[in-house]
């Protein structure tokens, strides 16, 4: 069963700084693997995917690295805003289980001004 | 807009109740999910479908159904609600292994059952 860890759990930290979000996985037969920000109370909004095949993915602040062979991958956000506080989940996915996605428990961010 | 919509977004019902949570996507995606979710942890994966009459339950053990009569829509059923199904449900789609790939989750419905 693949299992999902995603360190740290809690993060706070002062607008402007740059953080890394750690996510590791079991099992490297992955199709996929997602990075998602959950408001309170929210759905899921998706930030990030990056296929099996690729190495990394850049959007805006954020950039999605992955090293499928050590089930490993990193989330860099370049120079936090307030507006950036929100739990962040990673997922992976195979190709059975209809490419469901299995969650990490989340690392939960507070950016302070 | 392409979007999937849930509804309730919250409800409160008694024990013992039936109750149906409906989730509808206008993306024409194949694939389609329910997850569970208690506060502060992992979502679950509950029930899944692969497009129309096809549906399988997910990895978290659930008293719920669920069915796939339409591409668009797949509601989750609980025939009778115990307190024990307190949580939030969400709901999402994809296109599964077809560009770009990607999953659409929507809002939650927060279920209380007293």
């Known amino acids: 069963k693949q299992e999902v860890t995603q360190i740290p759990a809690a993060l706070s930290v002062p607008e402007g700084e740059n953080l890394v979000l750690n996510c590791s996985f079991t099992d490297s037969a992955i199709y996929n693997l997602q990075w998602f920000r959950q408001d309170p109370g929210k759905g899921l909004t998706s930030l990030l995917l990056i296929q099996s095949s690729q190495r990394e993915q850049t959007s805006g602040r954020l950039n999605a690295s992955l090293d499928k062979s050590s089930g490993r991958s990193t989330l860099y956000i370049a120079a936090s805003q307030p507006g950036d506080s929100a739990t962040y989940l990673c997922a992976v996915s195979k190709s059975n289980s209809g490419y469901a996605l299995n969650f990490g428990k989340g690392t939960s961010l507070l950016v302070t001004p | 807009e392409a979007d999937i919509y849930q509804t309730p977004r919250y409800l409160v019902i008694g024990t013992g109740k039936k109750i149906t949570l409906e989730c509808s996507q206008t993306m024409g995606h194949d694939k389609m999910y329910w997850y569970q979710q208690d506060p502060g942890m992992e979502l679950h994966l509950i029930h899944y479908?692969?497009?129309?009459?096809?549906?399988e339950k997910g990895d978290l053990s659930s008293e719920s159904t669920v069915s796939r009569i339409r591409t668009e829509h797949f509601p989750l059923t609980l025939e009778s609600a115990r307190p024990s199904h307190t949580s939030q449900y969400l709901c999402?789609?994809?296109?599964?292994?077809?560009?770009?790939?990607?999953?659409?989750f929507g809002s939650g419905t927060r279920l209380t059952v007293v």
């Open positions: 999402a789609s994809s296109e599964g292994g077809v560009p770009p790939y990607g999953y659409t």
């Open positions: 479908s692969y497009g129309v009459n096809s549906t």
